[in-house]
Nanobody, 116 residues
Framework: QVQFVESGGGLVQPGGSLRLSCAASVRTFRYANMGWYRQAPGKERELVAS???????NYADSVKGRFTVSRDNYVNTMYLQMNSLKLEDTAVYYC??????????WGQGTQVTVSS
């Protein structure tokens, strides 16, 4: 059974930092291309960062230079280091494979709120 558990969100001021974690119960995690997604109120879920099984990283233009995605295959965990946070980064952040495994595989997400 596939399961993703996100953690590390919170309330932070503009310019601040947060580090998100994603614990993945995917048996073949080390071979999976993974992604961080976010969904802001009233908007569709979007892919913001991805990391391939070969550790190649890609970022949405909106977060490039501020976010860093990484993974630890020994503990089946992916991370998202978010620096220089902006108001528009406020969203619920989710992890999944890239592309996702389907609508039934999304976790609860972790809320990131950037506010002064």
């Amino acid at each position: 059974q596939v399961q993703f558990v996100e953690s590390g969100g919170g309330l932070v001021q503009p310019g601040g930092s947060l580090r998100l974690s994603c614990a993945a119960s995917v048996r073949t995690f080390r071979y999976a291309n993974m992604g961080w997604y976010r969904q802001a109120p009233g908007k569709e879920r979007e892919l913001v960062a991805s990391i391939t099984a070969g550790f190649t990283q890609n970022y949405a233009d909106s977060v490039k230079g501020r976010f860093t995605v990484s993974r630890d295959n020994y503990v089946n965990t992916m991370y998202l280091q978010m620096n220089s946070l902006k108001l528009e980064d406020t969203a619920v952040y989710y992890c999944n494979t890239n592309p996702s495994l389907g609508t039934t595989t999304w976790g609860q997400g972790t809320q990131v709120t950037v506010s002064s």
